[in-house]
């Protein structure tokens, strides 16, 4: 049998937090392997663990996977949360792509300078309310399903969910004129494995903060 999957990443968000939803939606328990200094990082590229030399890295079905899109593709295919044809796979493809546009708007936002700060908030608050929002919101209600694809959950769904939250401690505002998403919100977040994950102690890791950004300083060097 094969053993839980393995996460190589430092103790915080970034660009592993999506793939610790999907594992955690699908029911998945999994390992973490916390990078907390440049040598745990330089141990990982010279052991020939890191195609591009880059985190983060999953174990999983004995291969070492890189590139954050290539294993959320993989968990989603493995645990049936991507479709049930090439037709149902291209929207899912097309709304997380459009996600991750803003997904990282808020990701990279705790790096960016002071004085650039209001400005970028400003910024991703407008694209959320008049883009992104409205266009999920869109699909949701021309189905009148309970997913956005195929009514059946998929990787779209979690990771939309994600965002919702990941928006909703930007500015919880901005949700409130959109009721199928908080709906779905709802919906999903009430899943038993999501439930779970959501709860305090879970692999869940909490928000961006100035400790975070210089330990991420320290181990990439940027």
């Known amino acids: 049998m094969a053993g839980k999957p393995k996460l190589h990443y430092f103790n915080a ?3 592993m937090e999506p793939i610790r939803w999907l594992l955690a ?3 998945v328990e999994f390992e973490e392997q916390f990078l907390e200094s440049a040598e745990d990082l330089e141990k990982l590229k010279n052991d020939g663990y890191l195609m591009f030399q880059q985190v983060p890295m999953v174990e999983i079905d004995g291969m070492k996977l890189v590139q954050s899109r290539a294993i959320l593709n993989y968990i989603a295919s493995k645990y049936d949360l991507y479709g049930k044809d090439i037709k149902e796979r291209a929207l899912i493809d097309m709304y997380t792509e459009g996600m991750a546009d803003l997904y990282e708007m808020i990701l990279l936002l705790p790096l960016c300078r002071p004085e650039e700060k ?3 908030i400003a910024l991703i ?3 959320t309310k008049n883009r ?3 266009a999920f919101e869109k699909v949701l209600k021309s189905h009148e399903q309970d997913y956005l694809v ?4 998929s990787r779209a769904d979690i990771q939309l969910v994600e965002l919702l939250y990941f928006v909703e401690e930007l500015d919880p505002s901005l949700i409130s004129s959109f009721p199928l998403l908080q709906a779905l919100k709802t919906r999903i977040s009430n899943l038993p494995t999501l439930k779970k994950f959501l709860q305090p102690g879970s692999p869940r890791k909490p928000p961006t903060n100035a400790k975070s950004v210089e330990e991420a300083r320290k181990i990439f060097k940027f």
């Not at 195929?150 to 959950?153: A, E, F, Q, T």
């Open 118 to 120: 209001d400005t970028k």
């Open 132 to 134: 992104y929002f409205p």
């Open 125 to 127: 608050q407008e694209k």
């Open 13 to 15: 968000r970034g660009r």
């Open 150 to 153: 195929g009514n059946k959950l």
């Open 25 to 27: 939606a699908a029911g």
